[in-house]
């Protein structure tokens, strides 16, 4: 596969600010997530600016511990249009981000309507993590997915 990147598109009927509050959420992002992978939020805090760091909670069946956590660091923070985070953990007292991103970008289609853009970037990704991680590690509808499981948080708003 020579693309390093996935998106879905997606049209909600709210302003672009109430779904950037929800996004802005990490309380909100197990109920977005179309994995199922998501299972909490540890750091609960309003994501407020770039570089914060916010931790989750998280199941795979295919992960060595089942249950682990990951800590994400804002890397994009433009209220009400974009945001975005690289996925990493802690290691050793640190952080170690393994160079994939998660983005949503947000186009006002007028005061009560918003096209959503959800992309998963894996373009800087290292050889060495592509040797045991297949990108992207999820299905095809796993983008569609959240952004209905989104549209169905946002309009309840």
């Given at each position: 596969m020579d693309q390093e990147n996935v998106s879905a598109t997606l049209t909600v009927a709210v302003p672009a600010a109430t779904?950037?509050?929800?996004?802005?959420?990490?309380?909100?992002?197990?109920?977005?997530?179309?994995?199922?992978?998501?299972q909490e939020a540890v750091d609960r805090?309003?994501?407020?600016?770039?570089?914060?760091?916010f931790r989750m909670d998280m199941?795979?069946?295919?992960?060595?511990n089942g249950d682990y956590q990951v800590a994400n660091k804002v890397q994009v923070f433009d209220p009400p249009r974009a945001i975005g985070w690289l996925t990493g953990q802690e290691k050793d007292g640190g952080l170690e981000f393994g160079?994939?991103?998660?983005?949503?970008?947000?186009?006002?289609?007028?005061?009560s309507k918003t096209e959503v853009t959800l992309t998963y970037d894996w373009s800087a990704v290292p050889q060495f993590i592509r040797e045991y991680i297949q990108?992207?590690?999820?299905g095809?509808?796993?983008?569609?997915?959240?952004l209905h499981h989104l549209a169905e948080l946002v309009s309840g708003r």
């Open positions: 779904v950037f509050a929800v996004l802005a959420d990490p309380a909100t992002h197990s109920a977005i997530d179309g994995t199922g992978w998501v805090a309003p994501l407020i600016e770039v570089g914060q760091i199941y795979h069946a295919n992960h060595p160079g994939w991103i998660w983005r949503y970008d947000l186009a006002p289609l007028g005061p990108f992207p590690p999820f095809p509808g796993h983008l569609t997915n959240s």
